[in-house]
């Protein structure tokens, strides 16, 4: 691990001497790539030149302890205890930031929420959880736009295909993927009955044209008319958009805006990212499917959390998670369930990558 720290650092500084040199702006683009470079090696950099510091302090005062004059040993001691949990600290600080990073994290998100098990209930749960990502994202700077929203009569949501948008989206909501379960008295149950309905998320990367290309032989493309629930936002021209991947069988519809144009444009956007996870899913499963994270492995018919109305509490079961704060989590307050989300994944890399052994 030593001589790789060396090896980022060295680059670093290499990095720095060419954003330093006059012509190298010549090339935006080359620019871009590099400061972008630099940006992701700074924060091991950082962290791997002030282990370097605190361990030099560190053997200073081992020597101090051994040799040094005995009215000093004492103090040295003292010191090299609180360096040696500093250096402990360091390290494992840099053995998470040199855990392999999934190239979609920086990408903006696809979502995609449709009612399960229990009817209309499910439906309004459906619309409960748009509420609660489009809030989420609200309050760590993101931004959301509808694509598909079929909805139903008393306000429910049978599926809403939205866009969340903003540097690092991909990385806070890719464990959202899976069911979701939700107990509670509906406010149709005159008995007061707790009935438990489901909602299945996906959170697919937004990927381009350059990593997943289409065949257009592949592809078959119908217009219609959009409508919405009770006859509202009834579109008078075919502007909507129903494009299928013939080869699989994945229908992708587009609805939301006013030109056809746009709208097939959008649906081959989503169309694409729904292949690209696919073909990455499979490849995951066929290199190693016992090692898989069940954290992150966003599989939609994976029960993931409980949402329990009654007893106030949101349980997500892959990691053991109870927060007894349902009405705040509804209210888009995630980051608690999302960090420790990923505290759980990189937990788990870390115990693979030492059973591994690293170097």
Known sequence: MKERLEQLNQRYDELSARLSA????????LVARLNQEQRELE?????????????????DLLQLMHDGDPSLQEMAKEEYADHKYQIDVLQKKLSLLLLPKDPDDDKDVIMEIRAGVGGEEAALFA??????YTMYAASVGFTTEVVSL?????GGVK???????????????????????????PETESGGRIHTSTVTVAVLPQVDEVEFELDKNDLRIDTFRSSGAGGQHINKT??????????????????????????????????????YEAKRMEQESSISEQRRSQVGSGMRNERIRTYNFPQGRVTDHRIGLTIYQIESVMDGNLNSIVEALANADRAEQLSRQGEGGME
């Open 159 to 185: 599926e809403v295909v939205f866009l969340v948008s903003g540097p690092g989206a991909y990385a806070r909501l890719k464990y959202e993927s899976g069911v979701h379960r939700v107990q509670r008295v």
């Open 22 to 29: 006059p012509e190298t702006y010549a090339d935006p683009a």
């Open 238 to 275: 075919e502007s909507a958009i129903r494009i299928t991947h013939l080869p699989t069988g994945t229908v992708v519809e587009c609805q939301d805006e006013r030109s056809q144009h746009k709208n097939k444009a959008r649906a081959l956007g989503i169309l694409r990212s729904k292949l």
């Open 43 to 59: 924060p091991i950099v950082v962290c791997y030149q002030q282990l370097r510091s605190v361990q030099r302090v560190a053997e």
């Open 150 to 154: 079929n909805a139903t009569e008393l």
């Open 127 to 132: 619309h409960s959880l748009h509420r609660m």
